[in-house]
T-cell receptor, first 114, second 112 residues
Framework: DGGITQSPKYLFRKEGQNVTLSCEQN?????MYWYRQDPGQGLRLIYY???????QKGDIAEGYSVSREKKESFPLTVTSAQKNPTAFYLC?????????????FGDGTRLSIL | SQKIEQNSEALNIQEGKTATLTCNYT??????LQWYRQDPGRGPVFLLL?????KEKRKERLKVTFDTTLKQSLFHITASQPADSATYLC???????????FGKGNQVVVIP
């Protein structure tokens, strides 16, 4: 079955610690995205990538970093510089970022602070 | 600044009736508008896409309209069922760009 897999489903971070959220897709999509969702808020774009070894900041990139070494994988690191990391993180993909197409989402990772 | 507004109050509707949701936007000229469904603890699932030159789009019991003059999209679920209970998100994008701007979502509760 083609789709997007995010892991882990729940993640806890200690103060001052970096954590990495995994996102893997087998849809052969070029474009991948990371969003953050807070209660009562819309999804906000953190980073997106159009192709391997390329990525762009979204609206709220501060305190986050990404890499795109493989087409299938787009991990997100929440660094200690992100002062309010508690949120639901969603990864998505689409055929490309150049034209409007549906985005396919994973089932998210919920990050909490210990 | 750009604003996308969806009703924050949940829509409670009797099974079999038509649910209608509104998505209003300001300071934005989208070329495309998409609707997604999100269940608790899950990622959004794509439902429909409508372009600025299309007035209406249908898929099974779903219908979407797009009025660029009113800066509004309406999302209808006809013959609603309890399984339609979820939060529905609208998302806008400019032409040639798949960076989506999402509304906060509108919850629908279908009462048997």
């Amino acid at each position: 079955d083609g789709g997007i897999t995010q892991s882990p489903k729940y993640l806890f971070r200690k103060e001052g610690q970096n954590v990495t959220l995994s996102c893997e897709q087998n849809l052969n999509h070029d474009a991948m995205y990371w969003y953050r969702q807070d209660p009562g808020q819309g999804l906000r774009l953190i980073y997106y990538s159009q192709i391997v070894n390329d990525f762009q900041k979204g609206d709220i990139a501060e305190g986050y970093s990404v890499s795109r070494e493989k087409k299938e994988s787009f991990p997100l690191t929440v660094t200690s510089a992100q002062k309010n990391p508690t949120a639901f993180y969603l990864c998505a993909s689409s055929f490309s970022v150049d034209s409007n197409q549906p985005q396919h989402f994973g089932d998210g990772t919920r990050l909490s602070i210990l | 600044s750009q604003k996308i507004e969806q009703n924050s109050e949940a829509l409670n509707i009797q099974e079999g009736k038509t649910a209608t949701l509104t998505c209003n936007y300001t300071n934005y000229s989208p070329a495309y508008l998409q609707w997604y469904r999100q269940d608790p603890g899950r990622g959004p699932v794509f439902l429909l896409l409508i372009r600025e030159n299309e007035k209406e789009k249908r898929k099974e019991r779903l219908k979407v309209t797009f009025d660029t003059t009113l800066k509004q999209s309406l999302f209808h679920i006809t013959a609603s069922q309890p399984a339609d209970s979820a939060t529905y998100l609208c998302a806008l994008a400019h032409y040639g760009n798949n960076r989506l701007a999402f509304g906060k979502g509108n919850q629908v509760v279908v009462i048997p």
